[in-house]
């Protein structure tokens, strides 16, 4: 018969449990230890990268898009704060504020046009004839940085994905999954019908009115009855040209 552990065997395999339960605290403490003073490092690094780098981050969309996705790996945002130590080494604080600033007042003066949505594109387009001065240093990557920090205001400033579309919004209007499926069937031409939605989508004749309806009352799309078809055409100005109306 196979004896059981006496309570000398059941003592010693306690403290053994104890030991390794140390020596994996040890461990992990050493291992958090040098991955912090690996980031102290990095972001040391990243300080003398910045003040070497510093015209190229700021004129260089390219080359600032990189440096923010490095300032992301080690939990460092310039943005962050414009009284900040990277704000002040960069004076890239001031370039998003006057680029917040400026997307504002683009979105402003076409909201009567398309709703409150615009293309992201678009409006990259708008603010570089907007910045004459500096057209190729805006990039997609810099509005949506900007925009997001439009978001403190609380009025609706957001980027938002309409299938392959990057799309801004600029109004408290929360789109449903009905009506970002329209948007993506728009994009082909501009516009959509009903007798598109019911087809392509596969809905119902009541769930096509009641989406599209909703998009007019936002004033995301407008209508034109002047086909010989019959079908009113609900055009959507957010996934249609809008450079040749002044900003």
């Known amino acids: 018969m196979r004896r059981r552990p006496g309570i000398g065997g059941l003592q010693t395999a306690a403290a053994a449990r104890d030991q390794y339960r140390l020596l994996g605290e040890n461990v992990a403490k050493l291992r958090a230890d040098l991955m ?18 510093k015209n190229d981050i700021r004129k260089n969309h390219s080359f600032r898009t990189q440096f923010h996705e490095m300032c992301a790996k080690v939990g ?3 943005l962050a704060s414009n009284k900040g130590f990277w704000a002040e080494l ?3 604080g001031d370039f998003y504020y006057e680029l917040g600033v400026q997307i504002v007042e683009i979105c402003l003066a076409t909201r009567l046009l398309n ?3 615009i293309d992201l594109q678009e409006l990259c387009k708008l603010l570089r004839q907007k910045r004459k001065h500096d057209r ?5 990557d810099d509005c949506l940085r900007a925009i997001s920090k439009l ?14 579309k990057k799309l801004v919004r ?8 009905d009506h970002n499926e329209i948007l993506v069937l728009a994009q082909a031409q501009g516009y959509a019908t009903v007798h598109e939605v019911e087809r392509w989508l596969s809905w119902m004749h009541g769930r096509a009115i009641d989406a599209l309806d909703t998009l007019l009352d936002e004033g995301l799309t407008m209508i034109d009855d002047g086909h010989r078809d019959g079908r009113r055409r609900y055009w959507f100005p957010c996934v249609s040209s809008i450079s040749s109306f002044g900003v």
């Open 36 to 53: 912090k003073e690996q980031l102290a490092t990095f972001r040391s690094q990243l300080e003398e990268f910045a003040r070497k780098h």
């Open 76 to 78: 460092v945002d310039p």
């Open 90 to 92: 960069l004076g890239i």
């Open 115 to 117: 709703g409150g949505l």
């Open 136 to 140: 190729e240093a805006v990039s997609e």
């Open 151 to 164: 978001k403190i205001l609380d009025s609706g400033f957001e980027g938002i994905s309409a299938g392959k």
């Open 170 to 177: 600029s109004v408290p209007t929360e789109l449903k999954k």
